[in-house]
């Protein structure tokens, strides 16, 4: 058997959008989830995992002291750097890759980024992303998709559905993102020239710029959301619930004041007692 290296485990958080989906003027990473902003959760899950070395948190000047704040309060230690990101995703992705180089990580540095808005990453996705690294140099986490997925075209005042891509091929994209440090810095110095081009996530600048490198898918799940408009909100708050109400079974149960099934049933009746008018239950 081989022992793998150890090698740093670095995530970034990407949390220096401006909402505008949402509503610029309250942004959507400090919308409080029970009892943690949006952009807390997400900064939780990277600081439980226990493969995870260090975060890199990326912010804008709006929500920069909310969140220094926050990772005070919450004894975030695994937070070694905050920094200032750009108008675009990509360009916050840039800011936190060169001030990784800045801070001397190595080329083989396992870097898993983030959407601050997706609350609800889970830690086997985080694991799957980590143990995926030592087999492909990226990966990412996706979602099969349940719907059929039309490619469009544009005929003026009307758009066409071009193509129609075998559903059994299509995913949605998700976060975390993973790569070892050396090849999402070649693919983005690569891509630097090239002012046309716009990816939304960062799997896509690898898929361009350095096709010989696959990238690995890892499950994802509906339940890992990005909160993008206000209509994201309802799910959002009840899938927290369901988390929170299942954490505490689970102590509860550990603690000896329940058996399993009791701690289950107290789980179902809390979310119910706070949802259950929304889905008509009685
Ligand atoms: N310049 C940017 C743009 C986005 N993000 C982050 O990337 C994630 C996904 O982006 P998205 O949902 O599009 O957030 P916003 O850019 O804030 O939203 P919008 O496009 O509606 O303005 C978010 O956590 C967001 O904070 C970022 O760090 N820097
Ligand atoms: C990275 C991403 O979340 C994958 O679904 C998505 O592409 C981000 O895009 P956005 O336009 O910044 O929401």
């Not at 898993?112 to 690294?133: A, E, K, N, W, Y």
């Not at 994802?220 to 988390?243: C, E, H, Q, W, Y």
Request: hydrophobic share 45%; charged share 25%; proline share 5%.
């Amino acid at each position: 058997m081989t022992t793998q290296q150890q090698v740093p485990v670095i995530a970034v958080v990407l949390a220096a959008g401006s909402g505008l989906r949402f509503d610029p003027d309250h942004p959507k990473q400090l919308v409080r989830l029970d009892d943690l902003p949006i952009v807390g959760w997400s900064i939780k899950a990277f600081e439980d995992n226990p493969h995870v070395t260090d975060i890199v948190v990326v912010v804008n000047t709006t929500v920069r002291q909310e969140i220094e704040e926050l990772i005070d309060d919450r004894g975030f230690d695994k937070v070694k750097l905050v920094v200032e990101g750009g108008a675009e995703r990509t360009d916050s992705t840039e800011a936190a890759l060169s001030a990784l180089a800045d801070a001397g990580v190595p080329a083989d540095a396992k870097i898993l980024i983030h959407d601050s808005v997706r609350p609800f990453v889970t830690q086997q996705m985080i694991d799957g992303c980590i143990g995926t690294l030592d087999e492909f140099t990226a990966a990412t986490v996706a979602c099969e998709s349940t719907d059929t997925i039309l490619m469009s075209e544009d005929l003026g005042d009307r758009r066409v559905v071009r193509e129609v891509p075998d559903r059994s091929h299509c995913f949605r994209v998700q976060t975390p993102q993973a790569f070892r440090f050396a090849t999402i810095r070649k693919a983005y110095d690569l891509a630097a020239n090239d002012d046309l081009f716009r990816p939304t996530d960062d799997s896509r600048v690898v898929v361009e710029y350095l096709p010989d490198q696959p990238v690995a898918i890892v499950a994802g799940s509906p339940t890992n959301m990005k909160v993008t408009t206000k209509d994201d909100l309802p799910f959002a708050r009840l899938t927290a619930a369901n988390i929170k109400a299942r954490r505490e079974a689970t102590a509860a149960a550990a603690a000896g004041q329940l058996d399993d099934d009791a701690a289950k049933a107290a789980a179902r009746e809390k979310v119910r007692a706070l949802f259950g008018h929304a889905f008509g239950a009685k």
